[in-house]
């Protein structure tokens, strides 16, 4: 019998993670894999980039985790700087363009997976593709925006204008600031970080502006002006002029579904693809998609979201692999939880905001608390802010926010269990999480939270 053909669409980690678990499960007399990448780099970390521009990270390549060659070593055939522009489901084929020689060819496959990822958001704004405006999304985005903030130079008074104050803002926020840019932060929300509730994001406000970073909340951009060379000077608003040497967009990224939309296949109310929990796509048996593209289940919500994150694209490309190679694998959700940083101010989220229990229809109660992430007699201890939210009546958790300093982030890990396995806030109280003067308090920040939150939700019981 001649070889299945698996043709993958995108090369980062949700498309090599599904053809190298298929490889493993299948040897390449039985399966063909034959990969599309448009870019220059296959399987990076995008979510270091932000490191690399600050200088945290020294090399392009130290975010690098498999090249092209070495997946091609692995019987994958793998087709860099070429860009998939069309796809025939009926036909069961691909059309390719080849950036470097113009050429175009289709492809036929057995079984696709999609992997197109995401793209930055870029508002139809005049004078948003002026040289110095970047989106920071792919190691080509980082190397965009590396070689314009040498052309600015370094003398003193170099200006950088980030719009946007979500995960990609705030720490790119940062790498402006290491860079040795005044920073000026625009974001059209209440505070810093929606994905927070405002009065945590009122935490991370107070905390940019104690580094130096100038934050504009409610100002939304009209305009992106140019000097007499052509590029960046100044960012308009409908809150006043910000001059800029270089401007980062930090708004947030959409699915990449333009190929699958133009074939027909199904997306969510938030653009990204469908699928089931196996992740093949809804109503087509032998197409498979997974990554930033789309949409998976909120398990405390009960509905789909957007979320772009390399941990789940990995996830989903290993259970994308397992079912395409002959094995088994599924997706079943996630919670929400996310941990980002602005110099040592550390931020974490995971489950529901205030605003998204209203949006379904949830009753609840919250609890907010101020602690250490030390004894408080230890040498080092540093404040702590946990927030979180529960059912009213039942006490289940919904959601917990964290922002402080030395290691609050990941202690967001532990709620994340919790709301995985559906704990109430009263069980969370008897969790034996481990103590020590040197890591927690002798009650931890997050179990303070939810003995508060047991309180309220009795209290709203009454």
Known sequence: MAAERLVVIGGDAAGMSAASQARRLKGADALEIVAFERGHFTSYS????????????????????????????????????????????????????????????????????????????????????????????????????????????????????????????????????????????LNRGEQPMATLDPDMGRLVHDAMDGLGITTVNGAAVTEIITGPDGRVSEVATDAGRYPADVVVLGIGVEPETALARGAGLPVGPHGGLLTDLSMRVVGHENIWAGGDCVEVLDLVAGRTRHIALGTHANKHGQVIGSNVGGGYGTFPGVVGTAVSKVCDLEIARTGLREKDARAVGLRYVTATIESTGRAGYYPGAKPMTVKMIAEYRTGRLLGVQIVGRDGAAKRVDVAAVALTAGMTVEQMTALDLGYAPPFSPVWDPVLVAARKAVTAVRGAGS
């Open 46 to 185: 995008a979510c270091g980039i932000p490191y690399w521009v600050s200088g945290d990270v020294e090399a392009r390549d130290a975010l690098i985790a498999r090249t092209p060659e070495e997946h091609r070593q692995r019987d994958i055939d793998l087709r860099m700087r070429t860009e998939v522009t069309e796809l025939d489901v009926p036909g069961r084929r691909v059309k390719a363009l080849d950036r470097e020689s113009g050429t175009t060819y289709w492809t036929g496959f057995d079984k696709l997976v999609i992997a197109t990822g995401a793209r930055p958001v870029r508002p139809a704004l005049p004078g948003m593709d002026a040289p110095g405006v970047h989106g920071v999304q792919t190691l080509d985005d980082g190397q965009s925006l590396l070689d314009s903030l040498d052309a600015v130079g370094s003398d003193g008074g170099r200006r950088a204008v980030v719009v946007g104050a979500g995960y990609i803002g705030v720490e790119m926020a940062e790498a402006m600031l290491k860079r040795g840019f005044e920073v000026t932060v």
